[in-house]
């Protein structure tokens, strides 16, 4: 039989981590509201994409362990019960289920996808500030 603490400091790793995760993003999205970080076109189109598709994944696990939350077969016996409420809660239980990480997981790399496509608005903006103050300059 597992140790349940054992078991929680997964939950709560994961949560730290996803933690980790909000704290890098909102790192980037000042960056890039204050000027400070500009990505290439094409780099920023990759980067969002493989974000994307890993946000698509993680939607996908998520809902295979919600899935978890009906766990059939496990008897009517009272031990059956109690083991099947234990994955139920496992799964989902608010904020802090399987499925209810992994959905946020999926929401945070949503999210860098989009910061990267906004440091891909500001290495254009920029390109085009230069171009066009070279053009001033040449005339």
């Known amino acids: 039989m597992s140790d349940p603490n054992v078991e929680q400091a997964g939950f709560v790793g994961?949560?730290?981590a996803l933690q980790s995760i909000r704290d890098e993003n909102s790192w980037i999205q000042q960056q890039i509201s204050g000027g400070g970080l500009s990505m290439e076109p094409q780099a920023a189109d990759?980067?969002?994409k493989v974000y994307r598709r890993e946000a698509e994944e993680a939607d996908n696990l998520a809902r295979k362990a919600g899935n978890l939350q009906q766990v059939p077969g496990l008897g009517a016996y009272t031990s059956g019960q109690q083991l099947a409420a234990k994955f139920g809660n496992k799964a989902q239980n608010g904020s802090s289920g399987a499925a209810d990480l992994l959905g946020q997981f999926?929401?945070?790399l949503r999210r860098k996808a989009s910061l990267f496509e906004q440091a891909k608005e500001n290495y254009q903006a920029t390109d085009e500030q230069?171009?066009?103050d070279l053009?001033?300059?040449a005339q």
């Open 14 to 16: 994961a949560s730290s």
């Open 46 to 48: 990759e980067a969002a």
């Open 106 to 108: 999926a929401e945070e």
């Open 130 to 132: 230069i171009s066009g």
């Open 135 to 137: 053009r001033r300059g």
